[in-house]
């Protein structure tokens, strides 16, 4: 299945627009770990996957949070942003939801239906009945 890179018109970081408005939340170590990897070693292959651009930076916060920099596609900053949100969440099914997306990312590129379904707040395409 294509990305949404797709080889359809120029690379998204060629496009001035992907850099104006970048993402930036916080988030504590535990999420850090579990979204990133140990050591933040699943960083580059979340950042191609994604088609973002990650920035990273230890954060003079009471509890030691990382400030996160994402910039990219509206879309892929959108669906990254709704991956972060569930994986943090103590809701058992965003939680649940949160784990396919991280669980996509890591095994391939996004698609449009990826982050269509992201914007809708469904589970990733294909991962509906592992959801229910």
Do not use: C, K, N
């Not at 408005?21 to 994604?50: K, T």
């Not at 879309?75 to 972060?84: C, K, S, T, Y």
């Amino acid at each position: 299945m294509e990305g949404i890179a797709g080889g359809h018109g120029p690379a998204w970081w060629t496009q001035p627009e992907h850099f104006r408005r970048p993402l930036v939340f916080y988030m504590d170590a535990e999420l850090e770990e579990r979204l990133f990897g140990g050591r933040d070693s699943d960083l580059r292959r979340l950042e191609e996957h994604s088609h973002t651009l990650i920035q990273l930076e230890a954060w003079a916060t009471a509890d030691g949070h990382t400030r996160v920099t994402v910039v990219g596609p509206l879309g892929a900053q959108r669906w990254l942003q709704e991956l972060v949100r569930s994986l943090g969440s103590r809701e058992p099914g965003s939680l649940a939801r949160g784990l396919l997306m991280l669980q996509r990312v890591r095994s391939r590129p996004l698609s449009l239906a990826d982050l269509d379904a992201a914007g809708r707040g469904e589970p990733p395409p294909g991962d509906l009945a592992r959801a229910a």
